[in-house]
């Protein structure tokens, strides 16, 4: 529980009051079956879509709740307490939605923003590829003008919510030799000619969530599918993932609170030699130390969030660093978890082991945790340079 | 399709505690909640007009506080609502209670359906949703555990659990419905309803307003004194008497008068 005064609004913490809710009426009595079964949670899908969770971010003339940044790190941080495979298929749909948020037209917005705000239809987003994971720029994916068509060719890898989503942002190369500026954006749609799936894949942890491929094989798309203009398609990506990574953070956070919670009162009523455990320093520090790392992450999540939503620009590095620290932090809280249960925690009995598989993923997803150090440390070479 | 829920504010059971001493409940400083069943209760009004389009305005009897239950309501999706409130209404019991929510609603005006939870979780009477048939003319279809609207959108196709069973009634426009919670899954509240009910005025009714009689409401009106409660034990037996018709007829006969119902 944390006690830090964040200064909600009324309304911020409306959000964090219904997703904690969702969390536990909705998504912690069926988190073990979902891991298990790897059933994708249409049902709590469809719950967040009753609660307008999904138009936080979408402006409210398309049918959104006009929030921000911060807005979805509340939400997703109270929805991770329950699981974080039902939350990062709830957050994907919005790393699919921001680009059209950012760069769509007019038309675009209208088209797609109603139904991803409402939850009528699940967004999702598509970059990685099998040659191109922490390499971005090695996609594969083309993307060939033809008359009032565009015509795509490639695979893109391990994409959340691929073959569930209806909506897709996809980036692929347009001009293959202009590097940074080689690459598009384009909005794509389930059941759109020569777009199919590939099989879903067996997961360590994040289990309730849906990764397949995208298969485009002479896929062939409208010209005004085209997000943004033609060569900003790396940008559109990067922009989104900046804006997206404290996101991640925010989860890592639910995720470590959730951790602790089951940690510190597992440590009350555990009883060996005679009396609690929790009496013992060396798991009271371990305790102590997840709380407090707990607590840092959480601020820092907040305070950069705020800060985008502020209107800063610069956003690359405070970004990575929400991302950063909170999913370490979530990589060591729950195999700590694990430790201070002991054999129990090993066992599938408590949901400490299932916390302990999902947290690798936040280490790894949006940008593995080496990218975003990459990220902060070329911001600092670039601002000493300045000096 | 006009349609009214009935829901109760009641102490939430995980905060409540017991008093060794007096034996009652300490009631202070109980966090108050809407009645269980009755989220089931809104949950079919809510489903029945996204069915059939109309209105859902929630009533209760309680406090000034009992808007918190209608903001609750409302931001489920219910459409507004009312709290009967009047110092006057103090210590009804299901009589008194069932005359006053039957004169709020008749002064809402037209009502197709009236659904009510099975019973509150304090009080345990299950009597308010027939009580209420009752005062509003209205037929009274308990324990519903399963819905479906009629062909021409005319009253309801309701499967109701009994002690012994279950029956299938169909019931046509107006009429009072109890549910139970096996019939639907209550939604959670949304954001813009959360808002919009922040933002909504809940009016108190007053005993006048309702054109209440004195005699009809709060302690005078009600006769009930509760000397103590348990749970009825329903003890089904069951035998098969042999013989020809008039041999059955005079066994049976027998049978009853032993139990004293004839």
């Known amino acids: 529980m944390s006690n830090v005064n964040y200064f909600l609004t009324e309304e911020q913490q409306m959000i964090v009051d219904l997703a904690r809710q969702i969390a536990h009426e909705k998504i912690i009595p069926v988190r073990a079956r979902l891991d298990e079964t790897e059933e994708f949670p249409w049902d709590i899908m469809k719950d967040l879509a009753q609660a307008d969770l999904f138009g936080l971010y979408i402006p409210e003339e398309f049918g959104g709740l006009g929030g921000g940044c911060f807005e979805n790190c509340i939400a997703v941080e109270q929805l991770a307490y329950g699981c974080i495979a039902v939350t990062t298929t709830f957050a994907a749909s919005a790393l699919g939605g921001y680009p059209i948020v950012m760069y769509g037209t007019e038309g675009q917005k209208k088209r797609y923003l109603p139904d991803i705000a409402s939850g009528a239809r699940l967004a999702a987003f598509g970059l990685t590829e099998a040659g191109a994971g922490s390499d971005a720029a090695a996609i594969k994916t083309t993307a060939v003008e033809d008359g009032d068509y565009w015509v795509l060719n490639g695979t893109k890898q391990w994409i959340t919510s691929g073959g569930e989503a209806e909506i897709y942002t996809i980036i692929a190369l347009t001009d293959k030799n202009k590097g940074a500026r080689g690459a598009s954006a384009f909005i794509l749609e389930k059941g759109d000619d020569g777009f199919t799936f590939g099989k879903k894949e067996k997961k360590m942890g994040l289990r309730a969530s849906a990764t397949r491929e995208l298969v485009f094989n002479d896929c062939r798309i409208p010209k005004d599918r085209l997000l943004g203009r033609r060569g900003l398609g790396f940008i559109i990506a990067m922009k989104t993932l900046d804006l997206a990574r404290p996101g991640i953070g925010a989860i890592g956070v639910g995720l470590s609170q959730a951790a602790l919670d089951e940690s510190a009162t597992y440590a009350r009523q555990r009883v060996q030699f005679g009396q609690p455990i929790i009496s013992f320093q060396a798991i009271q520090h371990m305790l102590a130390d997840m709380a407090t790392h707990i607590e840092a992450a959480r601020a820092l999540v907040y305070s950069v969030a705020r800060t985008i939503d502020s209107g800063e620009k610069d956003i690359s590095k405070i970004s990575a660093m929400a991302k950063l620290f909170p999913t370490d932090v979530a990589m060591k809280v729950t195999t700590d978890a694990v430790q201070i249960l002991g054999g129990y925690g090993y066992m599938k009995d408590y949901p400490v082991e299932k916390m302990m598989r999902d947290a690798k993923i936040l280490q790894i997803y949006e940008g593995t945790n080496q990218i975003q150090r990459n990220v902060i440390g070329q911001a600092l070479n670039k601002e000493y340079a300045r000096r | ?262």
């Open chain 2, 1 to 262: 399709m006009d349609i009214v829920v009935c829901i109760k504010q009641v102490p939430d059971a995980e905060s409540v505690k017991w008093d060794h001493k007096t034996g009652t409940l300490i009631r202070d400083g109980v966090k108050s909640v809407i009645n269980p069943f009755d989220y089931h209760a809104i949950e079919a009004a809510l489903t029945l007009k996204d069915e059939l389009g109309g209105k859902v305005i929630a009533v209760t009897m309680g406090p000034p506080q009992a808007q918190e239950a209608i903001r609750e309501a409302m931001s489920m999706g219910v459409d507004g609502g009312v709290v009967v409130s009047d110092r006057a209404f103090a210590g009804a019991d299901t009589l008194a209670t069932t005359y006053t929510l039957a004169q709020a609603i008749k002064k809402l005006g037209d009502v197709d359906v009236v659904f009510c939870g099975k019973q509150a979780i304090d009080g345990d009477t299950a009597q308010v949703g027939p009580g209420l048939a009752v005062r509003l003319r209205f037929p009274c279809v308990t324990y519903a555990s399963q819905m479906d609207i009629l062909d021409g959108e005319r009253g309801l196709r309701i499967r109701r659990i009994s002690e012994h069973g279950f029956d299938v009634v169909e019931v046509e426009f107006p009429v009072v419905v109890t549910v139970l919670s096996s019939l639907n899954t209550p939604r959670v509240p949304s954001l813009k309803g959360k808002m919009r009910a922040k933002k909504a005025e809940v009016p108190l009714w007053s005993a006048s307003d309702i054109d209440a009689s004195l005699d009809k409401i709060g302690l005078s009106g009600s006769p009930t004194k509760v000397y103590s409660t348990f749970i009825p034990k329903f003890e089904a037996r069951r035998e098969f008497i042999e013989g020809g018709a008039e041999e059955q007829a005079d066994a049976l006969v027998e049978r009853l008068k032993e139990a004293g119902i004839i």
